[in-house]
Each structure stands twice: as C-alpha cells, then as structure tokens.
C-alpha cells in the first residue's frame, strides 16, 4: 500500500512539473503542447537556432510595451530589417506588438522583468517556428548607477528588455540622439547578445572581444560596443543619421554560425 502510495504522489509531482513547463499552443492555437522551458535558457544558447533554417524555418518577436511607452514605428521597421538582413529564415519573420498596463514599478531589476515575461508572453517556440519577447518598461533598469544608466539587457536566449523609459529620457533634444535612432541602436545591440555576439554563443573567428567588456566587440564603432547598452554611449550617437551597423569581425561570426 505505501508503495502504492508513493506511486501516486510522484505521478501527481510529474503532472504538476509537466503543467508548469508547458502551455497549449501559440495564441490562441490549442491544438501543440508547447515545452516553454526551451525559452528560458542562457543568453546567446539559441544562437544557431535564430540565425540558421536548419531547425526553424520562421520568426515571430513579441513585442510588448507598457501603455504610454510604444517604441517608434521606424524602430520596429529598422529591427525586422535587421532580423531579416541576419537571419536565414524563408518562412519569414513577424513582429506582434501589444501593450500592457503598467506594472506598477519604477524600477525593475532582471528578476522583475523575467515574472512580467512569464505573465504576459504568449508566444513560444513550435516545430519550426523560433519566438522572441522583446519588452519595453516604463521604468529604470536597477543597475543604474549615478549619471551611467542602463538602455537595455538581453537576459535568457530569446529575451531582451529595453528600458524604454529611459531611452524617451535619453532621446529628441538637442543634445540628444533621435528617439529612433537610439531605440534601433539598442534593439539592435540587445539581439546582438542573443544572436551569441560577442563570443556569447556564436563563435569568435577573429579575436575582437573587448577583454575589459567582455562578451562585447573591440571595435569602437560597432554595434556590440560596450557602450552602446548604456547611457555611455549616446554621445557618439547625436551627429549620427542611423544606427551603428555590426563591423565585419562580428559578420563573421554570425555567418559561421548559420546566420547571413
């Protein structure tokens, strides 16, 4: 009888694990079980996932703000052309964009961010489809330290938040970048680490990572320069009429790891 027992309560165990690492389908699809623990693995461990077609032939980023704190149309336009300039994907890429209430906060640390993520994200991979979150607070990242704020951070392999609060602060003054110029620079740069840049996931086939930055390219003028994350680097941004671009060395990586 106890063997009995304990039987039965490890079934209820398993059913419950089981429960709480899966959802059905993709919104509103109800007929796929999907495993949801194959999103929230470490930064830069989809890497070939994302930039080849050998296991997803498709793309959908979920793109979510809080009220009051919608990234430009321009950004989300300059990030899907970027998506689709790195990434092998022939089924194409889709960029689904919602907004949420406010959660309350003004400051958010990454655990913060990850609970709103396992809250409100409805989108996660199928057989051969890659999803992606992509967050937009209306709050201060918690690492912000005196006149250094932080712009963005991509924390699990296919998460990344943009403190877009911030960025509004940060952005449209004379002295400051154009909204969408720094919105692009720091979606961009954000993807960047889950696309496995800088020696994050996708290989280095040169040595350019910035030994004092490290998972960050060596070159100044590069997407995945240290700076560019951080309120740091919005001054080289200002006389600029677009985005900085990946440099070669960073090209190269992505190409070998399947990406264009």
Not at 142 to 167: C, H, P, Q, W
Not at 248 to 260: P, T, Y
């Given at each position: 009888?106890?063997?009995?027992?304990?039987?039965?309560?490890?079934?209820?165990?398993?059913?419950?694990?089981?429960?709480?690492?899966?959802?059905?389908?993709?919104?509103?699809?109800?007929?796929?079980?999907?495993?949801?623990?194959?999103?929230?693995?470490?930064?830069?461990?989809?890497?070939?996932?994302?930039?080849?077609?050998?296991?997803?032939?498709?793309?959908?980023?979920?793109?979510?703000?809080?009220?009051?704190?919608?990234?430009?149309?321009?950004?989300?336009?300059?990030?899907?052309?970027?998506?689709?300039?790195?990434?092998?994907?022939?089924?194409?890429?889709?960029?689904?964009?919602?907004?949420?209430?406010?959660?309350?906060?003004?400051?958010?640390?990454?655990?913060?961010?990850?609970?709103?993520?396992?809250?409100?994200?409805?989108?996660?991979?199928?057989?051969?489809?890659?999803?992606?979150?992509?967050?937009?607070?209306?709050?201060?990242?918690?690492?912000?330290?005196?006149?250094?704020?932080?712009?963005?951070?991509?924390?699990?392999?296919?998460?990344?938040?943009?403190?877009?609060?911030?960025?509004?602060?940060?952005?449209?003054?004379?002295?400051?970048?154009?909204?969408?110029?720094?919105?692009?620079?720091?979606?961009?740069?954000?993807?960047?680490?889950?696309?496995?840049?800088?020696?994050?996931?996708?290989?280095?086939?040169?040595?350019?990572?910035?030994?004092?930055?490290?998972?960050h390219c060596n070159d100044q003028n590069c997407l995945?320069?240290?700076?560019?994350?951080?309120s740091a680097g919005i001054a080289n941004l200002v006389?600029m009429s677009s985005a900085p671009q990946l440099d070669?060395?960073?090209?190269?990586?992505?190409?070998?790891?399947?990406?264009?």
């Open positions: 009888m106890k063997h009995k027992i304990l039987i039965f309560f490890l079934l209820v165990i398993f059913q419950a694990c089981t429960k709480d690492n899966s959802i059905n389908g993709n919104s509103g699809d109800n007929n796929n079980s999907i495993n949801i623990i194959a999103n929230k693995q470490a930064t830069g461990s989809s890497s070939n996932d994302l930039l080849s077609d050998k296991k997803f032939k498709s793309m959908v980023v979920e793109s979510v703000y809080v009220e009051g704190f919608e990234p430009t149309a321009a950004s989300i336009n300059n990030f899907k052309s970027f998506l689709e300039a790195r990434t092998n994907k022939p089924k194409g890429i889709t960029i689904e964009k919602r907004a949420i209430p406010s959660p309350g906060k003004t400051v958010y640390s990454i655990e913060d961010i990850s609970t709103i993520e396992d809250a409100n994200r409805t989108y996660y991979n199928t057989d051969d489809q890659i999803a992606v979150w992509a967050f937009f607070t209306d709050g201060k990242s918690d690492k912000d330290i005196d006149n250094t704020m932080v712009l963005g951070t991509a924390y699990r392999n296919t998460s990344f938040v943009v403190f877009e609060e911030t960025v509004q602060n940060s952005s449209n003054s004379p002295f400051e970048p154009n909204r969408s110029l720094l919105e692009t620079t720091v979606i961009t740069h954000e993807f960047g680490h889950i696309l496995g840049l800088t020696n994050l996931g996708a290989p280095l086939q040169s040595a350019h990572e910035d030994t004092e930055h490290p998972k995945m320069y240290w700076a560019v994350e951080s006389n070669s060395q960073c090209i190269a990586d992505l190409q070998a790891n399947g990406g264009k």
